[in-house]
């Protein structure tokens, strides 16, 4: 994901930058698009594939919770802050066990929100349920050998 941002980020920027440097007259604006040539110094020699890079798995913090769960929309805004403070470091990922039956089950969970923490393999290294603060989830992460800026 993180990837394919930055590539649209890429894609944005050399478009605007063509786009000071383009010909009026070479710019073709149909339908309320315009496009600009590409410049022929910029594109890659015939049969050369650009280089994708693999996203290497991260640890991540699974929360199971419910949208109209007190504890759990206390939570949510926590859970946010996590998942833009740590983009690249660790996943946080939210799942609505109300919405969609069967989550609960699967991941046998008694009660919400329970807080399940993975390794970058995904194996389980822990579990909490009950409201979590940011901190107590931070300091969890460093007792299981993590340490995220």
């Not at 000071?20 to 073709?28: G, L």
């Not at 989550?103 to 969970?109: A, K, L």
Request: glycine fraction near 8%.
């Amino acid at each position: 994901m993180i990837v394919g941002l930055l590539a649209v980020a890429v894609v944005a920027v050399v478009g605007i930058k063509n786009k000071k440097n383009a010909d009026p007259e070479m710019v073709v604006c149909e339908s309320g698009m315009c496009t600009l040539p590409f410049p022929a110094d910029k594109m890659m020699p015939e049969g050369v594939v650009a280089e994708t890079v693999a996203e290497k798995p991260l640890p991540k913090l699974l929360d199971l919770g419910a949208g109209k769960c007190i504890p759990c929309k206390m939570m949510a805004p926590i859970l946010d802050e996590m998942t833009e403070t740590f983009t690249g470091q660790f996943d946080v990922e939210f799942i609505d066990v109300w919405e969609n039956e069967g989550v609960g089950q699967t991941y046998g969970i008694r009660m919400i929100p329970t807080q399940i923490f993975y390794d970058a393999e995904g194996k389980e290294l822990f579990r909490h349920e009950g409201f979590y603060a940011r901190e107590d989830m931070l300091a969890k992460w460093k007792e299981l050998g993590y340490e995220f800026k």
